[in-house]
């Protein structure tokens, strides 16, 4: 009987009630809300349902998270090991060569003018910078918090991985991946605060047809050009321009395939549920990652606002044939930001299309977060 009885209590308490403190509830309460906004509600699905179900993981069990050094067998838990290829910039750099086999930069070599407005729209992340420093982070971990302001998480990841924040990866990867998924919600009230009725209903001229041979030269020129000024945004850009020159080629059609279907949604989940497993209550519920989450939605707010104002000035340039929306698009949630700009646009006149228009400085963005990373990379002299 008393076997029976110090089993029974060894079962008992071996569940995850008498391990998990209040803080752990509290995340696993976050991580369900954030499965509605994904399932119910739609907010890129595919990118929050495995960062919350990885939440969820490791706020029940914490060990499916443990350093293989912490380990008495020398074995990691599950996502550790996903863990390490986040660190290592091997799936963020995977992701950005499926973005590039998926996009189609058409929009941005017919027209050219479109990298000015990924530019404006990086004003987010230098703003980001200085209010991280203003609130006390060194300057390494401000410039990795900063990238946020892109909207792009896999940079964000990228960053905080060369600059050695892997301590502040888990909120930075949550927030830039969070506000790319709210994109819809943030970006709206911006934009039509800034424009006038008048300017959301211009419509723009039907761009220019682009050739074959300059969709294969660009991915070949902006790598050469970009890596050639910035080395060290070569596992980014190099990776970016070859998934698109696997598009435009059109000689190999299976790789195409592979690197934006089957060989993306394999890093997405490896990304996705690693990334959220990073966020345990211990490393997630503290004022760093407060702080963290409000310089995000700042640094995104004024990169949005930025993008705007640049178009709203562009349009002034052009005598009105730029409709200042396309702005917003310059950050790099590509394509969520450009089918904003198509959405309000839509709202002030049914008939006007913009998302072509509005790819162009988005995949702008794409680059332009690139180099920023690039920049600060070069700054500390990380390579």
Request: proline letters at 5%; one cysteine or more.
């Amino acid at each position: 009987m008393d076997y029976i009885f110090t089993t029974l209590d060894n079962l008992i308490h071996q569940t995850a009630f008498f391990n998990l403190t209040v803080g752990n509830f509290a995340m696993i309460l976050v991580a369900c809300v954030f499965l509605y906004l994904a399932i119910a509600k739609g907010f890129e699905p595919l990118l929050l349902t495995p960062i919350a179900f990885g939440m969820l993981l490791v706020n029940i069990y914490p060990d499916i998270m443990l350093h293989a050094e912490d380990a008495s067998n020398g074995v990691g838990g599950l996502l550790y090991y996903f863990y390490i290829l986040d660190e290592y910039a091997i799936l963020p750099s995977l992701i950005f060569m499926g973005v590039g086999a998926m996009t189609d930069f058409g929009p941005l070599i017919a027209n050219p003018k479109s990298f000015l407005l990924g530019a404006a729209a990086q004003f987010g992340i230098f703003a980001a910078y200085f209010g991280a420093m203003f609130l006390g982070f060194n300057d390494k971990a401000a410039a990795a918090i900063s990238i946020i302001g892109g909207a792009d998480g896999p940079t964000s990841i990228f960053l905080a991985g060369k600059l050695g924040q892997t301590g502040l990866l888990g909120p930075i990867a949550v927030a830039a991946y969070s506000y790319m998924s709210l994109v819809p919600i943030i970006q709206p009230p911006i934009m039509k605060l800034l424009t006038t009725e008048k300017e959301r209903k211009i419509k723009m001229e039907q761009l220019r047809p682009v050739t074959k041979l300059e969709k294969i030269l660009f991915p070949i020129v902006v790598t050469i050009v970009v890596c050639l000024i910035l080395p060290t945004t070569a596992p980014l850009v190099g990776m970016l321009m070859l998934g698109n020159l696997f598009r435009e080629s059109g000689v190999v059609r299976q790789l195409t395939d592979t690197a934006s279907n089957a060989l993306m949604y394999i890093v997405v989940i490896l990304l996705g549920t690693s990334v959220g497993a990073t966020t345990s209550a211990e490393a997630f519920l503290n004022w760093d990652t407060i702080k963290i989450v409000i310089l995000g939605l700042v640094a995104f707010a004024f990169g949005t606002a930025a993008g705007v104002l640049f178009g709203k000035l562009m349009c002034v340039a052009t005598k009105g044939k730029v409709n200042p929306l396309i702005g917003s698009a310059g950050v790099s949630a590509v394509p969520m930001a450009a089918r904003v700009s198509q959405k309000v646009g839509a709202e002030a006149d049914p008939t006007n299309f913009l998302l072509m228009h509005a790819m162009g400085p988005n995949v702008a963005g794409v680059i332009g977060t690139a180099v920023a990373a690039g920049t600060f990379m070069a700054i500390f002299g990380v390579f």
